[in-house]
C-alpha cells in the first residue's frame, strides 16, 4: 500500500515552486478573513464577487465592512487559535507574521487552503491579479514572485478588455446553447474563424444584430 504524505510534508512545499490553476467555486460557502484593515477590505470584496459568506476577525474592522450587506459578517476581536478549521477557505491580511502563522497552523492543520497576504511563506496558494467583464474572468499570477508586474499587467488588459467583450461572450454562448439545444455538438465548429473575424469590430459600433448573424454564418459554414 502506498503511504500518503502527512500534512507536515504538504506544508514544506514553497510557494514559489510550480503552481496549478483553478478557479475556485466559494458562492454559500463560508470563507474567514483574519484582519479588518484596508487591506482585508480589498479581500472581502473580492471574495464577495464570487458569492462567498465571509466572516471577518480582527482588534479593529474598518467601517467599509461593517457597511455590507448579510454575506458579511465581522468580530472585532483578536484570532482564535483554532477557528480556521471551521472555514472552507482562510485569508489573512493583518501584516503581523505571528499572527499569520498562528492562522497557517490551524489552517495546515485542517487541511484549509489559506493565503496571507504579503506573507508567501505562509501561504498554500497565491491570488492572481483579476479583470472581470461579467462572466469574463481574466487573471494573471506570477506564482506569487512580482505581485507589482501581475498588478501591472491586469491594468493592459483592463485597457484592452472593454465592455464589448461582455457582449461577444453573451452571443457565442447563447450560440452554443442553441446548437446544444438541438442536439448536435459544440465541437469541430469554426469558433475560432468567428472571433478571428470581425465580430467585435461590429460589436464596438453597436452593430449586435450583424454580429449575431456573422457568428451563425461562421458556425453554419462548419
Given at each position: 500500500?502506498?503511504?500518503?504524505?502527512?500534512?507536515?510534508?504538504?506544508?514544506?512545499?514553497?510557494?514559489?515552486g510550480?503552481?496549478?490553476?483553478?478557479?475556485?467555486?466559494?458562492?454559500?460557502?463560508?470563507?474567514?478573513?483574519?484582519g479588518g484593515?484596508?487591506i482585508?477590505?480589498?479581500?472581502?470584496?473580492?471574495?464577495?464577487?464570487?458569492?462567498?459568506?465571509?466572516?471577518?476577525?480582527g482588534?479593529?474592522?474598518?467601517?467599509?465592512?461593517?457597511?455590507?450587506?448579510?454575506?458579511?459578517?465581522?468580530?472585532?476581536?483578536?484570532?482564535?487559535?483554532?477557528?480556521?478549521?471551521?472555514?472552507?477557505?482562510?485569508?489573512?491580511?493583518?501584516?503581523?507574521?505571528?499572527?499569520?502563522?498562528e492562522v497557517?497552523?490551524?489552517?495546515?492543520?485542517?487541511?484549509?487552503?489559506?493565503?496571507?497576504?504579503?506573507?508567501?511563506?505562509?501561504?498554500?496558494?497565491?491570488?492572481?491579479?483579476?479583470?472581470?467583464?461579467g462572466?469574463?474572468?481574466?487573471?494573471?499570477?506570477?506564482?506569487?514572485?512580482?505581485?507589482?508586474l501581475?498588478?501591472?499587467?491586469?491594468?493592459?488588459?483592463?485597457?484592452?478588455?472593454?465592455p464589448?467583450?461582455?457582449?461577444?461572450?453573451?452571443?457565442?454562448?447563447?450560440?452554443?446553447?442553441?446548437?446544444?439545444?438541438?442536439g448536435?455538438?459544440?465541437?469541430?465548429?469554426?469558433?475560432?474563424?468567428?472571433?478571428?473575424?470581425?465580430?467585435?469590430?461590429?460589436?464596438?459600433?453597436?452593430?449586435?444584430p450583424?454580429?449575431?448573424?456573422?457568428?451563425?454564418?461562421?458556425?453554419?459554414?462548419?
Open positions: 500500500m502506498t503511504k500518503l504524505p502527512s500534512r507536515r510534508q504538504w506544508a514544506e512545499v514553497p510557494v514559489g510550480p503552481q496549478y490553476p483553478v478557479n475556485l467555486c466559494l458562492a454559500g460557502r463560508p470563507v474567514l478573513v483574519v484593515g484596508h482585508a477590505v480589498r479581500k472581502v470584496e473580492g471574495l464577495r464577487q464570487a458569492g462567498a459568506r465571509v466572516h471577518v476577525v482588534p479593529e474592522v474598518d467601517e467599509a465592512i461593517k457597511a455590507m450587506d448579510e454575506d458579511v459578517s465581522w468580530e472585532e476581536r483578536p484570532y482564535r487559535r483554532g477557528e480556521a478549521g471551521g472555514f472552507r477557505l482562510v485569508i489573512t491580511a493583518t501584516g503581523d507574521r505571528t499572527v499569520d502563522q497557517y497552523d490551524d489552517a495546515e492543520a485542517a487541511g484549509v487552503w489559506i493565503n496571507s497576504a504579503d506573507d508567501p511563506d505562509r501561504c498554500s496558494f497565491t491570488l492572481p491579479a483579476v479583470v472581470r467583464r462572466p469574463l474572468t481574466v487573471t494573471v499570477s506570477t506564482g506569487g514572485h512580482s505581485p507589482a501581475a498588478s501591472w499587467l491586469r491594468a493592459q488588459f483592463e485597457r484592452e478588455l472593454g464589448e467583450y461582455e457582449i461577444l461572450l453573451q452571443l457565442l454562448n447563447e450560440a452554443r446553447s442553441a446548437v446544444q439545444a438541438e448536435r455538438s459544440t465541437e469541430g465548429l469554426a469558433w475560432q474563424r468567428a472571433l478571428d473575424s470581425d465580430m467585435l469590430a461590429l460589436i464596438r459600433g453597436g452593430r449586435i450583424e454580429a449575431r448573424e456573422h457568428l451563425l454564418a461562421c458556425l453554419s459554414s462548419s
